[in-house]
């Protein structure tokens, strides 16, 4: 009997033994991963997701066409939450959004669905939510903001150098006129323009720059309009965070009808559309992510809470630098990304910024009471903001000097 009982105990165990290692090793077969886009593959910030999805599942080998299941154009409200559940009902044991405004709706399907883990990219409550199956990720694309700000503010340098900056490109102080395109006046966005800026700025000193916002991620209408505004304001340099090829269009109809203006995008290379305007693109290896993410839901190993990486791990990059761009500009980009990945140069170091003329050292990031009293960890270190270290998403919200929002809601 004893025997008996040590056979079918062995047994069990083995049995035991085979279902981990077929969920740690995949269900790589059974495995079915949701994924929830807010537009599709005509925007650029979509088309850049669907990309790394598509490179990840090669490289972990997943079957696309059986475990991926895709729901696009995912508006950020209840539709989100809907297209959620009907994944965690398809059978999905992971699920990715890759829009800011889907997070709220992620969350209430986590909560309802704790055997199944909700990545909300963008997202900035995985922490706090304290919730073991709902993760945050967002790269570091306050870099590649910066390095394309620096490609921008080289060939700003060769337009004085020329002496094709006008009194009407400049302010009475000065300053040269550059503009900005943003979607929301969220952190994420503020964080981007401040790093582009910085950028132009470390180039070129006397900049002020100018942001709009669309209020929509994706409006190619809208886009443009704002960019032909800030033109009309006189900038000579415009960049973007909204979705469309809207801004960069609105540039080369506007340089090819006599007006100087060049600009710099987002997402994806901006030259088919503005050969003679676009400098470059900001852009995101979103690959780079979702292989980690797959791999681990592979392998059954948790997703961290909140993961971010940028130019050291390839996360980040800029897209092919325009004909237009300076001479040296390419050899400039491989210095200051050499100095991004070994740390030499710091994006928000604080001695090159102000906030009402004053130099920031401390700074509470992370607001868990409303009041910015008592919470825990600050990004400045050492006369440095540490963007994406106490969480994924940005929280770069100041508003520094040199720079003005002009429709702010």
Not at 309 to 330: D, R, W
């Amino acid at each position: 009997m004893k025997k008996l009982l040590a056979i079918v105990i062995a047994l069990a165990m083995v049995l035991a033994l085979a279902t981990a290692c077929d969920a740690g090793s995949g269900g790589a077969k059974t495995l079915k991963i949701g994924i929830i886009l807010v537009h599709d593959e005509n925007t650029g910030y979509d088309a850049a997701h669907i990309n790394g999805i598509k490179a990840a599942v090669a490289a972990v080998g997943i079957d696309e066409k059986t475990q991926i299941f895709w729901k696009y154009n995912v508006e950020e409200n209840e539709k989100c939450y809907d297209a959620a559940i009907d994944l965690v009902e398809q059978g999905c044991s992971y699920i990715f959004s890759d829009s800011y405004g889907h997070q709220d709706h992620m969350l209430r399907a986590a909560e309802e669905n704790p055997e199944v883990v909700f990545v909300s990219m963008t997202g900035d409550k995985g922490a706090l939510s304290g919730l073991p199956n709902y993760k945050n990720a967002f790269p570091h694309t306050f870099e590649s903001r910066y390095v394309s700000g620096v490609v921008a503010g080289m060939k700003l340098k060769q337009l004085v150098d020329e002496n094709k900056v006008l009194d009407s490109n400049k302010n009475p102080d000065g300053t040269i006129k550059i503009g900005y395109v943003g979607a929301f006046p969220y952190a994420e966005v503020v964080s981007g323009y401040t790093a582009f800026y910085l950028g132009v700025k470390s180039i070129v000193d006397n900049v002020q720059m100018d942001v709009t916002y669309t209020n929509s991620w994706y409006d190619p209408t809208a886009e443009a309009e704002a960019a032909n505004s800030l033109v009309s304001r006189g900038c000579i340099i415009i960049s973007q965070h909204a979705d469309s090829t809207g801004a960069p269009s609105a540039c080369e109809a506007l340089l090819n009808a006599g007006t100087t203006v060049y600009c710099v995008g987002y997402n994806v290379d901006m030259i088919p559309v503005a050969p003679n305007a676009a400098l470059t693109s900001a852009q995101n290896n979103w690959s780079v992510y979702y292989t980690y993410a797959f791999n681990c839901a592979v392998k059954g190993e948790e997703i961290v809470t909140d993961w971010s990486e940028g130019y050291a791990t390839g996360t980040n990059m800029i897209s092919e630098l325009g004909a237009s761009c300076a001479p040296g500009t390419a050899e400039k980009v491989a210095e200051v990304e050499a100095g991004i990945k070994d740390g030499s140069v710091q994006v928000f170091d604080t001695a090159k910024f102000t906030v009402d003329g004053q130099q920031l050292t401390t700074y509470l990031a992370i607001d868990t009471d409303g009041d910015y009293k008592g919470d825990t960890g600050d990004p400045i270190e050492n006369g440095i903001f540490y963007e994406s270290k106490l969480r994924s998403a940005p929280y770069f919200a100041l508003r520094i000097d040199g720079i003005t929002e002009l429709n702010a809601q």
